[in-house]
């Protein structure tokens, strides 16, 4: 069964603060490590990553996976009270339209 | 507008009174997929389709149907809903076989 695990399952920091986000995963036929962001109602993606090592960057937020270690981190710099919001992990598998998804972390900001 | 479209948004149903949500994508996507999320259970796969007259179950397939006529729908139907299907559902869409899934709306059903 595939399985991806997220921490901290929750996280408050200050205004300006630098958060990483874990993603750990256990999945057979790995295709692609996938980080979205959700507010209030529908996930929207952020980064795909399908390569060990190589680094994908928007912004103030910067993604890297390691596929020997089986893991991702999701970086935020500089964080903004409008980062608040559940950060979610997926691993897509096979055809790739198979994703499973971690339960997510959720992310405060306070001023 | 490039999006995903799910109806209804909010449904209150009674247990047994068959229902489909409908999803829509105007974005000539071939893999779309539905989910359902819970509390603590975060987003589960219920059913996928990789192009017209292809699906495959998901992680949670059990009490849902799906068909695939035309590539933009993607209906989900409960032929007899129970109360353990009050979920939060969304329907997802991508054109990448790397699996960059855009999401809809979200449908919240309730079952009484």
């Known amino acids: 069964e595939d399985k991806v695990v997220q921490s901290p399952l929750s996280l408050v920091v200050h205004e300006g603060d630098t958060v990483t986000l874990n993603c750990s995963y256990e999945v057979t036929n790995f295709r692609s490590l996938l980080w979205y962001k959700q507010e209030k109602k529908a996930p929207t993606f952020l980064f795909m990553l399908t390569s060990s090592g190589i680094e994908k960057k928007s912004g103030r937020l910067s993604s890297i996976s390691d596929k020997k270690e089986l893991f991702s981190i999701l970086n935020i710099t500089a964080t903004q009270t409008g980062d608040s919001a559940v950060y979610l992990c997926a691993v897509a598998t096979g055809t790739a339209s198979k994703l499973t998804f971690g339960t997510g972390t959720r992310l405060q900001v306070t001023l | 507008e490039a999006q995903v479209t799910q109806n209804p948004r909010y449904l209150i149903t009674v247990t047994g009174k068959k229902l489909t949500v409908t999803c829509s994508q105007n974005m000539n996507h071939e893999y779309m997929s539905w989910y359902r999320q819970d509390p603590g259970l975060g987003l589960r796969q219920i059913y996928y389709s990789m192009n017209v007259e292809v699906t495959d179950k998901g992680d949670v397939p059990e009490g849902y149907k799906v068909s695939r006529k035309e590539k933009r729908n993607f209906p989900l139907i409960l032929e007899s809903p129970s109360p353990n299907q009050t979920s939060l559902y969304f329907c997802?869409?991508?054109?990448?076989?790397?699996?960059?899934?855009?999401f809809g709306s979200g449908t919240r059903l309730t079952v009484v």
């Open positions: 997802a869409s991508s054109l990448s076989v790397w699996g960059g899934y855009t």
